[in-house]
T-cell receptor, first 113, second 115 residues
Framework: AQSVSQHNHHVILSEAASLELGCNYSYGGTVNLFWYVQYPGQHLQLLLKYFSGDPLVKGIKGFEAEFIKSKFSFNLRKPSVQWSDTAEYFCAVKGQAGTALIFGKGTTLSVSS | KAGVTQTPRYLIKTRGQQVTLSCSPISGHRSVSWYQQTPGQGLQFLFEYFSETQRNKGNFPGRFSGRQFSNSRSEMNVSTLELGDSALYLC??????????????FGQGTRLTVV
């Protein structure tokens, strides 16, 4: 069965600091990879996605993620965080063969101004 | 284009009761998935429906069930509620469940409190 592991449970940063959130998955086949964000009181929104092609994908609000197939990783990055990036971030994987979309346990990001 | 609509938004139930939650997907989306979200556990997958058939099932007891109608709307039911069932239940819709590179869109969720 597929699974997703997010390395950090809670990350605390100051504004302008760089961000990297780790995500590793286990699945034997071809996958689609996602990062979702949940701002306080709001519903889950897609931040970025990887289906195929260039392993470096860019999403909204200056976020990017790199798919490293050999490491089964899909880490999220942002060069300079803002207070408004305070949210919970979820990594998710879906096998292209039709398996379920499975999420990691999430990372809470707190950014202080 | 309307998003994913979940009703009701909030529910308070007593232990032992049953509850039914509803989800209307985005128009044209035929796949509906359900998740349970609790602090520290993230989103745990319950089940996925496509064309009125359950395609995937998570590791939840049989008290949790669901169904999908011909218009793609979906319901999930939890019988014999336990205190531990208190959670935010999220519904997500997507165009298809396999082969297409599609993303899932989430509703606001139904907050269930069991007392």
């Amino acid at each position: 069965a597929q699974s997703v592991s997010q390395h950090n449970h809670h990350v605390i940063l100051s504004e302008a600091a760089s961000l990297e959130l780790g995500c590793n998955y286990s699945y034997g086949g071809t996958v689609n990879l996602f990062w979702y964000v949940q701002y306080p009181g709001q519903h889950l929104q897609l931040l970025l996605k990887y289906f195929s092609g260039d392993p470096l994908v860019k999403g909204i609000k200056g976020f990017e993620a790199e798919f490293i197939k050999s490491k089964f990783s899909f880490n999220l990055r942002k060069p300079s965080v803002q207070w408004s990036d305070t949210a919970e971030y979820f990594c998710a994987v879906k096998g292209q063969a039709g398996t379920a979309l499975i999420f990691g346990k999430g990372t809470t990001l707190s950014v202080s101004s | 284009k309307a998003g994913v609509t979940q009703t009701p938004r909030y529910l308070i139930k007593t232990r032992g009761q049953q509850v039914t939650l509803s989800c209307s997907p985005i128009s044209g989306h035929r796949s509906v998935s359900w998740y349970q979200q609790t602090p520290g556990q993230g989103l745990q997958f319950l089940f996925e429906y496509f064309s009125e058939t359950q395609r995937n099932k998570g590791n939840f007891p049989g008290r949790f069930s669901g169904r999908q109608f011909s218009n793609s709307r979906s319901e999930m039911n939890v019988s014999t509620l336990e205190l531990g069932d208190s959670a935010l239940y999220l519904c997500a819709s997507s165009l298809a469940h396999r082969n297409l590179n599609t993303e899932a869109f989430f509703g606001q969720g139904t907050r269930l409190t069991v007392v």
